[in-house]
């Protein structure tokens, strides 16, 4: 039931995009976004829910295709502040309620100037 | 978002002996978690803290391994049993605040060496 990222790293210089992919084989409730640098907690980005409308946290953004099961981070312009590792955290649909989540194995990004 | 505090923050202990990780929120929250991250792994979920009664573990984790309290809304421990050097890992603590479900926040973690 782990949702598998994609890519599992990528490199960018200063001010180039990426995308984050994130895909589930369940039903999903909600897709959580975190980063987390080397040596810290993971940092909560947004949250995309079912039938909610696409997020945005400066210039990152992020989409829910419900019939999919996908979701995508975007980051646009990205800058060094960016690097990290990127986790989903997926919350499957369930009638009482999941409140779990479970992670993919992240996406190691790496900005140099 | 909520402030999480976690103690010790790091700690280095013998194979055999037991470590007590304790959580602190400073606002009041629904749900607590433990989650392990292995060097360089993803976050796996230990189990769900619940208030006043036995924690609710997921597969691989049991309680006599992992033994957890949550006495009340704000506080949990999480105890390492009998530890061997594959339970070396960051334990982290994370929770759900109370009117707001959908946002799941991280504590600092704990980082553990078993020699």
């Known amino acids: 039931q782990q949702p598998v990222q994609s890519p599992q790293a990528v490199i960018l210089r200063e001010g180039e995009d990426a995308v984050i992919n994130c895909s589930s084989s369940k039903a999903l409730y909600s897709v959580h976004w975190y980063r987390q640098k080397h040596g810290e907690a993971p940092v909560f980005l947004m949250i995309l829910l079912k039938g909610g409308e696409q997020m945005r946290h400066e210039k990152i953004s992020a989409s829910f295709n419900e019939k999919k099961q996908q979701s995508s981070l975007y980051l646009t312009a990205s800058q060094l502040s960016y690097s990290g590792t990127y986790f989903c955290?997926?919350?499957?649909?369930?009638?009482?309620?999941?409140?779990?989540?479970?992670f993919g194995k992240g996406t190691k990004l790496s900005v140099i100037p | 978002s909520a402030v999480i505090s976690q103690k010790p923050s790091r700690d280095i202990c013998q194979r055999g002996t037991s470590l007590t990780i304790q959580c602190q929120v400073d606002s009041q929250v629904t749900m607590m978690f433990w989650y392990r991250q292995q060097p360089g792994q993803s976050l796996t979920l230990i189990a769900t803290a619940n208030q006043g009664s036995e924690a609710t573990y997921e597969s691989g984790f049991v309680i006599d391994k992992f033994p957890i309290s949550r006495p009340n809304l704000t506080f949990s421990t999480l105890t390492v049993s009998n530890m061997s050097p594959e339970d070396s890992s960051i334990y982290l603590c994370?929770?759900?605040?109370?009117?707001?479900?959908?946002?799941?926040?991280f504590g600092p973690g704990t980082r553990l060496l078993v020699l």
């Open positions: 955290g997926t919350e499957i649909e369930s009638g009482a309620g999941s409140y779990q989540l479970t």
């Open positions: 994370s929770v759900r605040l109370r009117g707001r479900r959908e946002t799941q926040y």
